[in-house]
C-alpha cells in the first residue's frame, strides 16, 4: 500500500461536451455533467493498494474463507498462469468482503480519485496528454498488474487507468451542489472507477473514458469481466 497525505485534491471536472461527442459514440450518459462541479475536497491521511486485487490474492480468500471462485477462473480453478492479473468477474459485495477480510475497505470515489491524480488536477494520472501507451488500453485482454510503470500517479500508484475498471464503496449519487439529475442517482448502483483495457476498435479506446475524474456506475450484485477492485485502508 501507499500512504496518501492529509490535504486538498481538486475533484470532479467542470468541463462540458461542447462537440457533443457523447451523443455520437451512443454513450450511456452525458459526457462530464456527472463529475460536476469541480471543487477542492480535503481528505484524511489513509493508504491505498498500488495495485488492483490480483488473482493470487483472491485465491488466498477463497481458501481462507471458501468463498466462491470467480466464474472468470476456468472450470472454478485457480489460473496458475494468471496469477498476476487483476481478478474480475467480482461482485462489488465480494469485493467488500475482500477488503473486510484483508483488514481493509474498499475506496472512497474521492480517495481513488485522488490517489489517482493527485493534488494539481491533472486529467490522466501520469498528467494531462493521453497516452494509451501508459496504460493496458485499448488492448486485446488483462495485463500483470504493474505493468506499466510509466503511467503510475503522483503518488505512485498504477493501472489507474486501463487494465480494469474498479469498484468502490460510494453509492451512485449527485456531487454536492451538482445541478445535474440522473434517474441512476440514488442506492441502487455502485460507482465504478476507472476504464477497462477496452478492445481495439470502439468508444474504450476514447480518452474521455480513461480521466481520472471519469466515474461511471453498475449495479453491485453483477458480474463483469472487465471490473475488478483494489482496497484502501
Request: with cysteine; proline share 8%.
Amino acid at each position: 500500500m501507499v500512504t496518501i497525505p492529509q490535504g486538498e485534491f481538486i475533484m470532479g471536472s467542470d468541463q462540458t461536451d461542447t462537440a457533443q461527442q457523447g451523443v455520437e459514440f451512443g454513450t450511456a450518459k452525458p459526457w462530464f455533467l456527472d463529475e460536476h462541479p469541480q471543487r477542492t475536497v480535503t481528505l484524511p491521511t489513509y493508504q491505498i493498494d498500488v495495485y488492483e486485487t490480483t488473482n493470487d490474492q483472491y485465491r488466498q480468500f477463497v481458501d481462507a474463507t471458501r468463498a466462491a471462485a470467480p466464474p472468470t477462473w476456468p472450470d472454478g480453478r485457480f489460473p496458475a498462469d494468471q496469477g498476476r492479473w487483476p481478478v474480475t468477474g467480482i461482485t462489488w459485495f465480494e469485493a467488500d468482503r475482500f477488503c473486510r477480510w484483508a483488514g481493509k475497505r474498499l475506496p472512497t470515489e474521492a480517495e481513488w480519485e485522488k490517489a489517482a491524480r493527485g493534488t494539481d488536477g491533472r486529467e490522466y494520472p501520469w498528467g494531462n496528454a493521453f497516452d494509451e501507451k501508459k496504460g493496458n488500453i485499448g488492448s486485446t485482454g488483462l495485463a500483470a498488474v504493474g505493468s506499466f510503470p510509466e503511467g503510475k500517479s503522483p503518488y505512485g500508484v498504477e493501472d489507474m487507468a486501463g487494465n480494469v475498471s474498479e469498484w468502490v464503496a460510494d453509492w451512485y449519487q449527485p456531487y454536492p451542489g451538482s445541478t445535474y439529475t440522473s434517474p441512476a442517482f440514488g442506492e441502487r448502483f455502485r460507482v465504478v472507477r476507472n476504464s477497462s483495457w477496452g478492445g481495439s476498435a470502439g468508444h474504450y479506446t476514447v480518452p474521455h473514458f480513461y480521466r481520472a475524474a471519469y466515474r461511471f456506475y453498475q449495479p453491485p450484485e453483477r458480474r463483469f469481466r472487465d471490473i475488478g477492485f483494489r482496497c484502501a485502508r
